[in-house]
């Protein structure tokens, strides 16, 4: 990890250059930090500095598309300008997230959304629900993917999901080492930028910057 800051308004602001306000969720996890340390870097490489604005996921895609106090989206899964057209993809993945289940019982079989129809699922607020709907699960929303955790820790919920590293670190980070990752991910996604309509002139130079900074990250940690 690059490094830590808390997640409430992280810029890199000056005056001599214009700013990108980018939109993400409310919280704070190792997905977040990678991606926004990528695309700061990309953004400076083609001459603008980043604010990162966090609010509630279902707010921040919508203030994204809409373009007004946000100018775009720290990164979503799948293609959401089919529900909100003004978002234009930035086609270079920031990051690819396993989508994984994690339980304290380890015999759970994984095998597609419908395998864990038998189960109570907590799942964040704000990530689609689509394919868990449409599996007909029983699921409890909640807030942060953090509070699922302890969801199932309490045993309120028998399984939850998140991406598999954010997922270990918070069971490590909590002491919870009775809930474990159950094999294999429950999807595969690769996350990218979204920009407002506005700014979609600035898609081929990101997309490039964002190349090139990819290779300048993989070169640092060969290094280490």
């Not at 807030?143 to 820790?153: C, D, L, Y």
Request: glycine share 6%.
């Amino acid at each position: 990890m690059r490094w830590l800051l808390p997640l409430t308004l992280i810029s890199c602001m000056s005056e001599a250059q214009p700013t990108m306000r980018v939109a993400t969720f409310h919280g704070y996890n190792n997905h977040n930090v990678i991606a926004i340390e990528k695309l700061r870097a990309a953004y400076s490489a083609i001459g603008f500095d980043m604010l990162i604005v966090p609010m509630p996921g279902k707010r921040s895609l919508a203030a994204a598309a809409r373009g007004d106090i946000v100018d775009s989206e720290l990164y979503r899964l799948g293609d959401v300008s089919k529900e909100h057209p003004t978002l234009m993809r930035v086609p270079y993945p920031l990051l690819k997230i396993e989508m994984t289940v994690f339980s304290k019982d380890q015999n759970v079989r994984v095998d597609g959304w419908g395998s864990l129809r038998p189960y109570k699922v907590a799942f964040m607020r704000g990530f689609s629900t689509k394919p868990a709907n449409d599996a007909g699960l029983d699921m409890m929303q909640v807030t942060t993917v953090t509070s699922g955790f302890k969801m199932v820790q309490a045993g309120r919920a028998d399984l939850t999901i998140a991406g598999l590293v954010f997922g270990n670190n918070i069971t490590k980070g909590l002491g919870l080492h009775n809930i474990k990752p159950l094999s294999p991910p429950l999807t595969v996604n690769w996350a990218f930028h979204y920009v407002n309509e506005k700014h979609q002139h600035l898609i081929p130079a990101l997309v490039d910057a964002l190349r090139k900074t990819d290779v300048k990250f993989q070169a640092e940690e060969k290094e280490k």
